[in-house]
Nanobody
Framework: QVQLVESGGGLVQFGGSLRLSCEAS????????MGWYRQAPGKERELVTS???????NYADSVKGRFSMSRDNAKNTVDLQMNSLKPEDTAVYYC???????????WGQGTKVTAPS
């Protein structure tokens, strides 16, 4: 089992940057595909970016060129560097770990990012 804790959220000006971190404990993340999701007020949770066990990344069109995800298996962390933030990036951001078995799907409690206009 994996426990995930996100950090780094906060209030940022339009066009600013934030770096979110997700620290895993319990089991190492090496065997997991990791992802960052977000949920804005009144909207469904959506995938922002993911990184596979082999390091392949995938980004939502809305964040391509602005966000960058990385993983450090030795430290059991994944980071999300967010640049050029816009009001529409305002949301609670969640870290997710998906293992090779369907039941292995773990979530953090989220960290809030606010980028007012």
């Amino acid at each position: 089992q994996v426990q995930l804790v996100e950090s780094g959220g906060g209030l940022v000006q339009f066009g600013g940057s934030l770096r979110l971190s997700c620290e895993a404990s319990g089991s190492g993340i090496r065997a997991y595909d990791m992802g960052w999701y977000r949920q804005a007020p009144g909207k469904e949770r959506e995938l922002v970016t993911s990184i596979s066990r082999r390091g392949r990344t995938n980004y939502a069109d809305s964040v391509k060129g602005r966000f960058s995800m990385s993983r450090d298996n030795a430290k059991n962390t994944v980071d999300l560097q967010m640049n050029s933030l816009k009001p529409e990036d305002t949301a609670v951001y969640y870290c997710d770990a998906k293992g090779p078995i369907m039941e292995q799907d773990y979530w953090g409690q989220g960290t809030k990012v606010t980028a007012p206009s």
